[in-house]
Structure formats: structure tokens, C-alpha cells
T-cell receptor, first 114, second 114 residues
Framework: GDSVTQMEGPVTLSEEAFLTINCTYT??????LFWYVQYPGEGLQLLLK?????DKGSNKGFEATYRKETTSFHLEKGSVQVSDSAVYFC?????????????FGKGTLLTVNP | GAGVSQSPSNKVTEKGKDVELRCDPI?????LYWYRQSLGQGLEFLIY????????KSGLPSDRFSAERTGGSVSTLTIQRTQQEDSAVYLC????????????FGPGTRLTVT
């Protein structure tokens, strides 16, 4: 079945540091890939997405590139802010399946200190 | 516009009782999903509704769990004879159509079974 593996947290960084959160996936079909973010006390929000190989999703300074050859979708940001502190989830949706359910990684807690 | 809403936001119940959790999707969204977020299992898909089609119940963990969607809009997730392992945050998401991969999540219902 489909699965997503992302780096274990927590990750603690200082403001303006570079962020990478690794994500790899296994899928039977050709999935779409997502990063969702959950800020403290809030619901899940879509951060960015990519629907085919070599696509780069980007939003709010975050980027991730769909790498089919390495089955990866690593999240990066060049300069994090305190307001980026949240839990980040990598997810896939297998469009070859009977629905478009999301399969999530276990989440990575990011804390950014001033 | 209004996002996905869920009620109640918190529910504490005694083991063995039945509970009902409600989801109001974004108006016009034909697809509706229920997920469960727990410490041990992360985010798991439970059930999917699309229009008037039969729901995909493949993620429901036991026959104590059921869900319905009335009039293609509001959905209710029912857990019968609750167990302590049912304690989790139950998330609802909706999307415009199955070909739109962006799922919009509600704030969740935190269920605690004592």
C-alpha cells in the first residue's frame, strides 16, 4: 500500500536558519504530493503541492520538488521565521485509486527560536 | 467564505457510550473525508463521500464506526460503544471535486474516552 516517511522531529532552529524536512514515499500509482501545515491550535492547511514529476510546489517561501527517481518530496525554506513554528505533514494522494484520500507522514514539529 | 466547520470542538465521554461528531463542509464541495489524528497512529483516513455515490468505508477501524452524509452536505460520524483507543482528534475535510486535489480541513473534534 501507499506510505509516506518523513524525518522524525522535533526540529529546532534559530530564526533565519535554513530548513529541510525530508520526505519519501511509496505508491502503487502515480501520486500527487503535498505538504500540509498545522499551526498551534489550528486545523491542517495546505502549504504546497506538486502533481507530476519535476514539478516544484512553492508557497510562503517554502519549496518542494517532486523527484520521481528518488521518490522524494523534501520541504525547504531558505530563512525560517518564528511564525513558521508548526507541525509539517508530507502527504500523497494516489490518483490511480478509487478515491483521493490523503496518506500522511507522521509529522515533523518545527520550533523556530528568535 | 466559510470554511469547514465541525462540532463539538471537544467531547469527553465514558467508555461504552455512543458519540456523534458533525461536519459541515464548504458549500458546494461534493467530496467529503473523515480522518483521525492520534498520537500513536498519526493521521489516518476513515471514510470518503462523493456526491450520491456509495461511500468508501475502507478506512473505518471497526464496525463500531459509521458515517452518513445527508443531502450531499452535512456529515455525521458515529462511534458506538466507545473505547479508550478511540480517543483522538477527528478531522473532516472537503474538496470541490475528486479531480481537485486540495482538501480543506476543519478544526477537528477532540474526543476523549474515559
Amino acid at each position: 500500500g501507499d506510505s509516506v516517511t518523513q524525518m522524525e522531529g522535533p526540529v529546532t532552529l534559530s530564526e533565519e536558519a535554513f530548513l529541510t524536512i525530508n520526505c519519501t514515499y511509496t505508491a502503487t500509482g502515480y501520486p500527487s504530493l503535498f505538504w500540509y501545515v498545522q499551526y498551534p491550535g489550528e486545523g491542517l492547511q495546505l502549504l504546497l503541492k506538486a502533481t507530476k514529476a519535476d514539478d516544484k510546489g512553492s508557497n510562503k517561501g517554502f519549496e518542494a520538488t517532486y523527484r520521481k527517481e528518488t521518490t522524494s518530496f523534501h520541504l525547504e525554506k531558505g530563512s525560517v521565521q518564528v511564525s513558521d513554528s508548526a507541525v509539517y505533514f508530507c502527504a500523497l494522494s494516489d490518483i490511480g485509486g478509487s478515491n483521493y484520500k490523503l496518506t500522511f507522514g507522521k509529522g515533523t514539529l518545527l520550533t523556530v527560536n528568535p | 467564505g466559510a470554511g469547514v466547520s465541525q462540532s463539538p470542538s471537544n467531547k469527553v465521554t465514558e467508555k461504552g457510550k455512543d458519540v456523534e461528531l458533525r461536519c459541515d463542509p464548504i458549500s458546494g464541495h461534493t467530496a467529503l473525508y473523515w480522518y483521525r489524528q492520534s498520537l500513536g497512529q498519526g493521521l489516518e483516513f476513515l471514510i470518503y463521500f462523493q456526491g450520491n455515490s456509495a461511500p468508501d468505508k475502507s478506512g473505518l477501524p471497526s464496525d463500531r464506526f459509521s458515517a452518513e452524509r445527508t443531502g450531499g452536505s452535512v456529515s455525521t460520524l458515529t462511534i458506538q460503544r466507545t473505547q479508550q483507543e478511540d480517543s483522538a482528534v477527528y478531522l473532516c475535510a472537503s474538496s470541490l471535486a475528486t479531480t481537485t486535489y486540495e482538501q480543506y480541513f476543519g478544526p477537528g473534534t477532540r474526543l476523549t474516552v474515559t
